[in-house]
């Protein structure tokens, strides 16, 4: 009898497999069949379409892939790689994906955390955003329309050959693809005088479930809301976003001081958290604690304040004094230059890099990483930051960054675009773990992800709860909950509560209204509202 039913279990297993190769071929021919009959004449689209046969396929599916403990464990590859020269190649992809039951992951510089943009566990295709890159400057309007694939640094670079007194609030690293980037909010060091990324579009293109081309006027109000902050994914395809340029001093002002704990690291740390919230607007100072070896077997930890200043060496040094003397800020810590070199600073380059380093595209030395994010409303006292060292101490290759909120970021309230984590937050976390090929590759994936896990739950008695908020834009399949039992729609508002607070029900509603029958989804996307039944 046990023997019949696992023969029978065998066989229905090979059924399936059968059936589903089957119909992924049929599926696969027939969506690629589909395509050049949706796209521009002038613009073949065989020129875009990448499948396994091609040799560039997993050249071009890995190069944008980069996050290496999701590359090294991906278990399956896209049918097709679209790699979009023209946004009739995206509207295409869309409609011919529905037609034959494919799903579209939309990638654009490829940093999603967990990989969400080049993996599935479906039969999918990737829409790859890259070659649509162009970025249109209007000085007069002092607005830019840049389209998906451009990087943030390609933005800085082009917004600094036009003007040294305007620059744009978005990430610190500059390889950032603008499509996803923008989608979670989107912050940066001018975040608490600009506020984040979405605070300052006002247009884009998006391209629906039905491969149509909406802007900010036909998608209407409640869809523009939802895809400032509320992840994009979920609504369509950003083929570009419009936005407002800020105005930025021709000379800002940058600085890095590092304490170890000898040398009062704690105390700074716990002081950092009630000064740097409260800083002047022009002024935003980030806290970064790492472990170091600090000769021998002897372990400290090293806290970097790292400062960047709308203004000048001479107004800084005055408003450190009055505000965070405690730090001992000098002149010799304290380095003036342009907006645009700036943002070199911030992405690690050694001062006197050329500012061309903006315009390469990849990230090319990848690591293995795993990270995860807090929102804190209180001060950590003494001794959570004690705790917080503590295992630190006891993980090898772990950052942790704290990034200042107040400024701009309470100003505007948690109901106005999808993002929620507004006033309250005195600072956001991100804690991320790295490694590489040497300390183990893939094999140590399953260690590095639970360390990160046990500083997680050591965090906790400090962070946000009720919800513990989480930032979407550092993706982490943890977030959320996977009790048994629980509807899609349960499993979604946990996480989605986590994400985005009170405005979660309404980018269901609006999600409801772009793309009822859920076509663009991932592991953590938003669902559409379930209708009431009739009666
Ligand atoms: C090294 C590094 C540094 C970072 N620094 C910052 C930082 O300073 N500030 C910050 O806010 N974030 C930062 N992030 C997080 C980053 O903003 C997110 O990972 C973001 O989603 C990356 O966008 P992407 O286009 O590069 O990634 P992708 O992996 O291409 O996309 C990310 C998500 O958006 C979706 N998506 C991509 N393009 C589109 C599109 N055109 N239309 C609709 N959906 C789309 C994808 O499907 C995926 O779910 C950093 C990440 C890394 C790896
Ligand atoms: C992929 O391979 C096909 C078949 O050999 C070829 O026609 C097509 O031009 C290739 N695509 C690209 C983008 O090189
Ligand atoms: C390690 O720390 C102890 C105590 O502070 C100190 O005495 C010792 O010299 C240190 N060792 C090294 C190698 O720096
Ligand atoms: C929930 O399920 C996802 C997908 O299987 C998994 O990656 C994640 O770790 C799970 N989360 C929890 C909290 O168990």
């Not at 002038?42 to 040799?55: H, K, R, Y």
């Not at 403990?69 to 295409?92: D, F, G, K, N, W």
């Not at 083929?239 to 940058?254: F, H, M, N």
Request: glycine share 8%.
């Amino acid at each position: 009898m046990k023997a019949l039913i696992s023969n029978l279990a065998i066989f229905s297993i090979f059924v399936l497999f059968f059936i589903s190769s089957v119909t992924s071929t049929d599926q696969v021919n027939n969506f690629l069949q589909c395509l050049p009959t949706h796209s521009h004449r002038s613009f073949p689209i065989a020129d875009a379409i990448l499948t396994p046969t091609n040799s560039s396929f997993q050249s071009i599916y890995q190069l944008r892939a980069n996050n290496l403990r999701i590359l090294s464990s991906a278990t399956s590859r896209p049918v097709a790689i679209i790699t979009a020269l023209h946004p009739s190649h995206a509207q295409a992809t869309v409609i011919c994906a529905k037609r034959h039951g494919l799903q579209v992951r939309i990638r654009s510089g490829g940093h999603d955390y967990e990989g969400l943009s080049y993996t599935s566990d479906v039969p999918f295709v990737i829409l790859d955003m890259f070659n649509l890159k162009s970025i249109d400057i209007n000085m007069k309007t002092e607005t830019a329309w840049v389209q998906a694939g451009a990087t943030t640094g390609e933005l800085y670079y082009r917004i600094a050959e036009k003007s040294n007194v305007h620059g744009f609030p978005s990430g610190v690293c500059t390889t950032l693809g603008i499509g996803g980037h923008f989608s979670g909010g989107g912050y940066g060091f001018l975040m608490r005088k600009y506020g984040l990324s979405i605070d300052n579009v006002v247009d884009a293109q998006l391209i629906d479930a039905n491969g149509r081309i909406l802007n900010r006027k036909s998608m209407g109000e409640e869809v523009f809301w939802a895809i400032r902050g509320g992840g994009t994914t979920s609504f369509g395809i950003i083929l570009s976003w419009r936005v407002k340029l800020v105005r930025v001093p021709p000379k800002v002002t940058v600085f890095t001081v590092q304490r170890i704990l000898n040398q009062g690291a704690t105390d700074l740390a716990y002081r950092w958290q009630q000064v740097a919230p409260k800083l002047p607007k022009d002024l935003f100072v980030r806290l970064q604690p790492e472990p170091i070896n600090n000769g021998g077997s002897n372990k400290t930890i090293r806290v970097s304040f790292i400062g960047h200043f709308l203004g000048q060496t001479d107004r800084l040094i005055q408003l450190m004094n009055v505000n965070f003397p405690e730090l001992g800020l000098t002149r010799n810590d304290c380095l003036e230059m342009s907006w645009v070199e700036s943002t070199l600073y911030w992405a690690g380059f050694p001062t006197g890099t050329s500012i061309d380093v903006l315009l390469n595209r990849v990230q090319v030395d990848r690591v293995f990483y795993k990270t995860k994010s807090d929102y804190y409303k209180a001060v950590i006292p003494r001794q959570g930051l004690e705790t917080l060292w503590q295992v630190l101490m006891d993980i090898e290759n772990i950052f942790v960054q704290l990034n200042p909120y107040g400024g701009r970021m309470e100003e505007i309230s948690g109901s106005e675009t999808a993002f929620a984590h507004r006033a309250g937050n005195l600072f956001k976390v991100q804690y991320t773990i790295t490694w590489s090929e040497s300390d183990g590759g893939i094999n140590a994936a399953g260690r590095f992800v639970e360390l990160s896990r046990r500083l997680y739950s050591a965090m906790a008695p400090y962070a946000s709860s009720n919800p513990r908020e989480a930032f979407v834009n550092y993706r982490d399949l943890d977030v959320g909950s996977n009790e048994s039992g629980e509807t899609d729609f349960e499993v979604a508002r946990e996480y989605g509560t986590k994400y985005f607070g009170n405005n979660f029900m309404r980018l269901t509603a609006a999600k409801a209204m772009i793309d009822p029958d859920n076509f663009f989804k991932n592991e953590q996307s938003i669902p559409p509202l379930p209708t009431p039944p009739a009666h």
